[in-house]
């Protein structure tokens, strides 16, 4: 049977700035396809169906082919249209959970209680508990089975306090990632240049930088699950 993996995708349509912002496309899209004949997945986020893609993604990526052909790609459009809600999720149905980025879940999954409870039976399970760019946001109140946070004395990674300075959205978002990760007992790592590829896998937390990393994480997570 092949291993079943739960994409989850934010609901959030505006930063705090009040500008459109959603799931993160390349992020989705790149570890979608490396994933895909490998496994059966499915979409869900807080708010359930049609998850709002973040505009400026879609627009930064118009000529990559992973992007455009997801875009257009019936078996994801049924997948997005029929998003489950994160309340009708259980992790024992799944064998790893994905959190695609963007700032909304920043915003969103962060701060809800239903996801840190999806995500800690996920974690403490020993299952893959994986997520790119703005993804790790929505590990932050994730525990282990002592209570303590997932990233206390673990390494990880996340979309960089330069990068989103560089962007210009630290205003956007109510916290920094890689500050959060340190304050919670994590060791934040990055990659040597802002932009390049980052994935760093700790047991069974595996965790992505940025848009760059959304390939490679897919892999990461595609060797974990072959083991």
Not at 76 to 84: D, E, H, I, P, R
């Amino acid at each position: 049977m092949s291993p079943r993996i739960l994409f989850v995708l934010t609901s959030a349509d505006k930063s705090l700035t009040g500008k459109p912002t959603g799931w993160y496309l390349p992020e989705a899209a790149h570890p979608y396809y490396i994933l895909a004949p490998h496994a059966e997945i499915d979409f869900a986020a807080p708010g359930g169906a049609n998850p709002p893609l973040d505009p400026g993604s879609a627009e930064n990526f118009k000529a990559d082919a992973d992007c455009t052909k997801f875009l257009a790609d019936a078996a994801v459009q049924q997948k997005l249209a029929t998003a489950k809600r994160l309340a009708d999720v259980d992790a024992k149905d799944y064998d790893a959970v994905f959190y695609v980025g963007g700032h909304g879940p920043v915003i969103d999954l962060a701060s809800d209680p239903v996801n840190a409870a999806l995500a800690s039976a996920f974690f403490q399970a020993g299952k893959v508990t994986a997520a790119v760019c703005h993804g790790p946001a929505a590990l932050v109140q994730a525990v282990d089975a002592t209570g303590a946070s997932i990233f206390k004395g673990r390494e990880a990674t996340g979309f960089s306090n330069a990068e989103e300075i560089a962007i210009d959205q630290v205003k956007a978002i109510p916290f920094l990632l890689e500050d959060r990760i340190n304050e919670l007992g994590g060791k934040y790592v990055k990659a040597d240049a802002a932009w390049a590829p980052k994935v760093v896998v700790d047991g069974n937390l595996i965790t992505g930088q940025n848009p760059a990393s959304a390939g490679p994480i897919g892999q990461a997570i595609l060797k974990a699950l072959q083991k």
